[in-house]
Every structure is written in C-alpha cells, then in structure tokens.
C-alpha cells in the first residue's frame, strides 16, 4: 500500500498554473519610472510617472498599503516620504507605503501618472474650558439698608430676602455634567467687596447667572452623544440576528458589499458605543469608523448571508440573514450628459475611502429600504458599484461629482459631460437578474487582479497553521473558479474539508465543490447540490438544473430550471459564463423552453461559443 502524498503537493498543480498564467505578467522589464514626493497644506502626494495606460491595484492592511503595477513596468529609486508617511520603499513594480498613525490614503491616476495622495490625520480639537458665570452684585434696595433693630444695619439674613425679594427668580437651569469654578457659589457670610457708593449700603450678595434652561445650556466642550447599540429580535420571517443603532429619524443609509464583509454608511457623524455587541457571535467583528459627515460601519459575514437595513421609529435595524433579499433596481437614465438615479426619499452624499482598496468613495444614502444599484458600471471616468442600498460611485477623474436631487441622485462630469454609452439589452438581463436569489459570491475582479489575488491567498494559506487554512483554501478556490481552473479549485475544496471539519460540514463549502465539479465536467461527483440546507436560492436551483441537463442532455425539467434562473448567467465571471452558456441554451432548446432560449441568444449575438445552438 502506498504512502498517501502529503496535503501540500496536492495543490502544487494549482500554483504551478498560476505561475504559467501569470507568466506575461513577468516579461523583462522596461526603464524605471520616476518616483516622486512632496509636501502639500494638509496632505503629502507620491507621484509615479507612468505612461497614462498603467492599471494598479491597491491592498491596504491598517497603516500599511502596497501598490502594484501591472503592463511590466519598473518603479525607480525611492523618494524621501513625505511627511505623513513613516516609510516608504520600492522592490520592482511595488511600492511600499508605512502611514503614519492616523493618515488616509488615496491613489488615482492623474494626468497620465498614478499618484498616492496621503492626507494628514485629523485633529481633534483641545477642550475649551467653559468660561466662568458672570457674577452679578446685588446691593438691597436703599429704604431698607438701615434699621433701628440693630444699630442702623439691616441683618443679613433680612437684606438677603429683601434683594432676592427685588431681582426676578430665573427658571431652574440644567446642571451642567461637570462642576466649573464659577458653580460654586460663595456662601452668604462671605464678606462683601467694598464698594465706595453714596449710602452706606447692606451687604453685597454674589448670585450666580444662570442661562435659561434648554438644549443649548451644554458647555462649549460637550459633543453629540454616543449611540449605544443593542441587540434587537427579528420578525419571524426571517432567520438570523439584528442589532438597533439609534440614530434620529432624518438619517439615511447606503449599504455595499466588499470582500467578506458589508459596508454600511450613514450620512449623520455620530460616535458609537458598541460595548453591547462584545460576546455577540455575529457583530463582534464590526467595526465603526467616524467620517466628517458620516458614520460607517463595516460587517463582516460568512458565505451565503446578507447584511439587510430596515429603518424604525427608534433608529436603523441592521440582520445579518439567512435569506438574500430581493432588490427594486434603482433605475439609471442619461441627459444632457448626466446619469440621473431615480432614487426614492433620497438623502445625502458622503464622501469616504474604500475599506479594501483606499480609492475614494461618493456615496448617495437613502431613507427608503430595499432600493440599490443591481448592474454596475465601469467607465474610464468612474465606476458604479452594485449595492444592496443606495447609489456608490468611485470617481476615476477630478471631476466627477454626485449630487442629490429631488428625483434621487445625478452624477456628473466636466464641462463636455460624461463619456456615456446607451443601455443594452444585457442592462435589462442584469435587472432581472437583481430580482433572483444567491447564494454564492464569485469574484469578478479583472484577470491580473485575480491572478496576484489567487497567489497571495495561497500563499497566506502555506504559511497558517493546518486548522485554520480552511476559509484560505476556499476563498483561492472561488478565485480559481473565476479563473476558469475548475479541477484546481476542485482539489482545494476537498482539502479544506479534510484539514478542517467547519469546511467539512459547511454547506456552502459543499456547493462550491459541486459547482467546481460541473465546471470540471464531472457531474457525478456534483451530489453534495442536492443537501437540503441549500435549499431556497434561484442560484442553488439553477446548478441543479445544470446537473441535470449533464446528466439527461435535453431534460424538460432542466430546461425549465434554467429558464427561470438564466439571467443569473450574466452575474458569473466570464470564464464561467462561457462554460455553462452553450449547455444552458441547448437545454431549453431540446426542452422546449424556446421563448427563454431565444432571449438568451439574443442577448449573445457575438459570442462564438452559441453558434450551434443559435443555428
């Protein structure tokens, strides 16, 4: 019997195939580029003339954001840092930037270079000391400074009563949260100031000026205060678990999703205490971040959940469920060189850096729920992100703006407008697409990008511990899966289920293996698709149907399985779209779905891989 290989060489093939794919990407390199830096008011700026094709890719890890460039370029000698940047150094096309506590970071192109703007911290402004109350002196009025009780004098008590008697009394103010010098008032047998006045006079009294009660009596120094999250229940129509963040009626949210995790933005600035959340199993890990106008909070989840918003009486209601929510698309029209985004109660814009990559963020909220972006745009001037709230725009050129309007939100560009092209009939697909339910989230970065990705997660993965590779492994797996490596991802999958027993049993790790193995044309080891935890997607039942027509080239039932999920076909990365397109469209059309059939041809008219199934 032979002695089973050791885990690791089981994905050499994996690597070794990365390496060839990437190979282009390590052709000789051409002159070093200049590196540049400078000092700005209130930012530093790194300059790489770059020839004005150069792509990049930015991975941000805290204080610490590394640059790549791609097309073979090579960087030059490293400049001084800039001021706001503790070190920065260059190894061939990478540049390596250490920030300073608390700095930002932003990169673009710009004028044909790639710059790196790094903007100082902000500071937070000293205390102001609250200015002591004025003191009013009081004298008592003149017919009752002597009396013929005690040696001409009125009594102090009596002259106390007779000037509080003749001032009017102020209403009750709020007590300030911390004592000042000017809130103690001096007792009464304090001896009073001498005054020179034309009669002898009773005894001065000190009272304090009290303003008049009210929201505005806090001291100069006192800010908003903290929203405290809490646990909240859910209806029980939905499966999982929310937390309440009480912010007044008025704010509005956006919400969109990264890697792993959901971003949501709120358009009030307001600290959040989050103490109640420690020993949550769900939102432990979220995090706040304070913006000049807004608040975010970033959420991570697992695989097959969703981030869901709904606004209360109380405040905002963030779950974290089970089910994928249907979206109404926010519709998208041009005009006179604008796109307008016909967004119901629309709120306002903020403006904040990606939590993944640190490119800046236009970001449209709203007060209404259950309305987002389902077809995403990129133009060489911005790119419209897909949201499951809102309207999120990351701005390619100085002169994209996004402003609110009374219909929703517009986004406009400089004087000659923005480079626009129509609406197809793919818009109309990817809408109906927003109206099915997922599952799954396949990478849909650009080939270059998936491809460093995919080796980094690998590498991370080699260098963990054998417990806890297991969500490595599947995230390189999604990235092969995208990259049309189907039998890698495969053998990737079914290690992580080996070294970790979590993967094992985790249904969606079961899914990804079946749809690994139908894109590897092994349908016979698809079963793990027909677990009952998978059910209630559009997506689950779609690979369902496609097993199915692998399995009975020609099935009624597949071809109707497939024509009710079809248009999530145009959701997938292109390698996996043009794997599963021809038997999609050869299915409904032995099956006699032809109406579906014909749409989705239609919607493919250039694409050589339909060419018998259009004849």
């Not at 029980?236 to 969109?256: C, N, S």
Request: charged share 20%.
């Amino acid at each position: 019997m032979s002695k089973p290989r050791p885990p690791r060489k089981r994905w050499a093939g994996a690597a070794a195939a990365l390496l060839l794919l990437a190979r282009p990407a390590l052709a000789a390199p051409a002159d070093p580029v200049a590196v540049r830096s400078g000092n700005h008011p209130d930012f530093g700026r790194i300059a790489i003339d770059t020839d004005g094709n150069t792509s990049f890719v930015l991975d941000r890890n805290g204080d610490h954001a590394v640059l790549h460039l791609t097309h073979g370029m090579v960087l030059g000698r490293a400049p001084a840092p800039p001021r706001n940047v503790s070190a920065l150094s260059v190894a061939g096309d990478t540049l390596d930037v250490v920030l300073r506590p608390g700095a930002t970071l932003r990169a673009k192109r710009m004028n044909g270079r790639v710059v790196v703007d790094v903007f100082d911290p902000v500071s937070t402004p000293a205390p102001v000391p609250a200015r002591p109350a004025p003191v009013r002196k009081i004298r008592p009025p003149l017919s009752m400074a002597r009396s013929p009780e005690i040696g001409g004098r009125t009594p102090p008590l009596a002259a106390e009563r007779a000037a509080m008697d003749a001032q009017p009394v102020p209403p009750p103010a709020a007590t300030p949260p911390a004592a000042t010098p000017a809130a103690e008032t001096p007792p009464a047998e304090t001896p009073a100031a001498e005054t020179p006045l034309p009669d002898p006079g009773g005894p001065i009294l000190e009272t304090e000026h009290q303003p008049p009660p009210g929201r505005d009596t806090l001291p100069e120094n006192e800010g908003p205060l903290d929203l405290r999250v809490r646990r909240i229940g859910l209806p029980k129509e939905l499966q999982g678990t929310a937390i309440l963040v009480p912010f007044d009626a008025g704010t509005a949210a956006a919400a969109f999703e990264t890697s792993g995790a959901t971003t949501v933005v709120f358009d009030e600035r307001r600290p959040v205490d989050m103490a109640a959340l420690a020993d949550d199993p769900r939102f432990a890990a979220a995090s706040v971040r304070l913006l000049p106008n807004g608040t975010v909070f970033t959420i991570p989840h697992k695989p097959g959940r969703s981030v869901v918003l709904t606004p209360l009486r109380r405040g905002w209601r963030i779950a974290d469920v089970t089910a994928t929510p249907k979206l109404t698309p926010i519709a998208a029209s041009t005009a006179d060189g604008r796109l307008n985004f016909a967004a119901d109660q629309p709120g306002g814009v903020v403006s904040m850096a990606d939590p993944q990559t640190g490119a800046t963020l236009l970001v449209g909220t709203q007060n209404r729920p259950g309305q987002g972006v389902v077809s995403g745009l990129t133009s060489s001037e911005f790119i419209l992100r897909d949201t499951s709230q809102g309207v999120v725009v990351e701005p390619l050129s100085d002169t994209i703006a996004l402003r609110r309007t009374a219909a929703g939100f517009t986004l406009s560009g400089g004087p000659a407008g923005l480079a626009l092209s129509p609406s197809t009939a793919l818009t109309a697909a990817l809408e109906q697409a927003a109206h099915l339910t997922t599952r799954l989230q396949l990478p849909t970065m650009p080939r270059d990008a998936l491809l460093r990705q995919s080796i980094r997660q690998l590498d991370e993965a080699a260098a963990t511990p054998p417990l806890a590779r297991g969500p490595m492994h599947r995230a390189a797996a999604e990235s092969f899966l995208s990259l049309g490596m189907a039998a890698e991802a495969q053998s990737l999958l079914k290690m992580a289920a080996e070294q970790d027993p979590k993967q094992a049993a985790s249904p969606d790790t079961e899914a990804l293996s079946a749809i690994a193995a139908l894109l590897a044309g092994r349908p016979e080891e698809a079963g793990g698709l027909t677990d009952p935890r998978l059910d209630g997607t559009d997506e689950i039942a779609l690979w369902r149907a496609i097993r199915t027509a692998m399995l009975d080239q020609g099935s009624p039932a597949a071809a109707a399985g497939i024509a009710a999920a079809a248009p999530l076909v145009f959701k997938y990365p292109q390698p996996v779209r043009d794997r599963i397109l021809p038997l999609m469209a050869e299915t409904m059309i032995q099956g006699g779905a032809l109406a579906p059939a014909a749409q989705l041809l239609a919607l493919t008219k250039d694409d050589p891989h339909l060419a018998y199934a259009r004849a």
